[in-house]
């Protein structure tokens, strides 16, 4: 379900970042529920999110997503291997280069020490998610 981000969320987590919370996913607020709706590979990998945590007791998940730089990697891993599954082929170069150098960085609060760890996360959730190989 996707709902805007609220003040108070805006004032948290920067303006230009999607945020999930199971049930909702919330977009940026200075889109429409129709321009957001448009944003389906981002859906893709928010949906993701939204499975881990339902899984789970989302604010425990919430609180280790926070706090333990290996469970955000592997989370954020499963949530781009769902977006990079929904972009065309010739795209994912590309998204899996510019989420190599965010999850390395203050973008992720340093969830892997490396943009090498970054890719080897992303590529073990295609082969858990998708069976894919490389
Ligand atoms: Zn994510």
Same mark, same amino acid.
């Given at each position: 379900?996707?709902?805007?981000?609220?003040?108070?969320?805006?004032?948290?987590?920067?303006?230009?970042? %999607?945020?999930? !919370?199971?049930? @909702?996913?919330?977009? $940026? +607020?200075?889109?429409?529920?129709? =321009? *957001? &709706?448009?944003?389906?590979?981002?859906?893709?990998?928010?949906?993701?999110?939204?499975?881990?945590?339902?899984?789970?007791?989302? %604010?425990?998940? !919430?609180?280790? @997503?926070?706090?333990? $730089? +290996?469970?955000?990697?592997?989370? =954020? *891993? &499963?949530?781009?291997?769902?977006?990079?599954?929904?972009?065309p082929e010739s795209a994912?170069?590309?998204?899996?280069?510019?989420?190599?150098?965010? !999850?390395?960085?203050?973008?992720?609060?340093?969830?892997?020490?490396?943009?090498?760890? *970054?890719?080897?996360?992303?590529?073990?959730?295609?082969?858990?998610?998708?069976?894919?190989?490389?």
């Amino acid at each position: 379900m996707l709902k805007a981000k609220s003040k108070l969320q805006t004032f948290f987590i920067p303006d230009d970042r %999607w945020f999930t !919370l199971a049930p @909702y996913i919330h977009y $940026p +607020s200075h889109y429409t529920e129709a =321009e *957001a &709706e448009r944003f389906t590979t981002v859906i893709a990998h928010e949906s993701q999110h939204i499975k881990q945590q339902s899984a789970t007791n989302k %604010w425990w998940w !919430l609180l280790k @997503y926070f706090v333990v $730089p +290996s469970f955000r990697l592997s989370q =954020e *891993a &499963e949530g781009i291997a769902c977006e990079l599954n929904a972009l065309p082929e010739s795209a994912r170069a590309q998204v899996t280069s510019a989420y190599c150098k965010d !999850l390395s960085s203050s973008a992720y609060t340093w969830a892997a020490w490396t943009e090498d760890d *970054a890719l080897e996360a992303i590529h073990e959730a295609e082969i858990r998610l998708f069976k894919k190989t490389f």
